[in-house]
């Protein structure tokens, strides 16, 4: 299987394995019962002060930012990729609505 995948900055991980549950969903993968949060297991909460992390495109398999856009100014390749073409934006900002991970932004 070909394609492109994502760089992470794991020193950023906080443990909380919604990546590894979201992977199982996705691709219908078993999820590890030793991460399933209950209350039965111990909960900390941790007091970090705010970092920006930024979010990069999750390229989806159906981008619904690509669907909303009326001048198509986002678009999904062949190889997969989800690209932009600012020349082509009017500025409806539909795309940042639809997004389900709040990537598109309007400058």
């Known amino acids: ?20 549950e979201a992977d199982a969903e996705r691709w219908g ?3 590890s ?3 399933i949060l209950s209350s039965k ?4 909460v941790l007091q970090f002060e705010e970092t920006n992390v930024p979010r990069m495109c999750m390229h989806c398999a159906v981008p619904t930012c690509a669907s909303v856009c009326p001048v198509g100014a986002f678009e999904k390749t062949q190889s997969g990729a989800v690209v932009y073409d600012a020349d082509k934006c009017m500025g ?3 795309c940042m609505q639809a997004c389900p991970f709040d990537v598109p932004k309007y400058q």
């Open 1 to 20: 299987m070909s394609g492109y995948g994502m760089l992470i900055d794991t020193t950023l991980c906080i443990g909380c394995y919604a990546c590894e």
């Open 33 to 35: 019962e030793k991460h």
């Open 92 to 94: 409806c900002r539909y």
């Open 41 to 44: 297991l111990n909960t900390a």
């Open 29 to 31: 993968n078993p999820v």
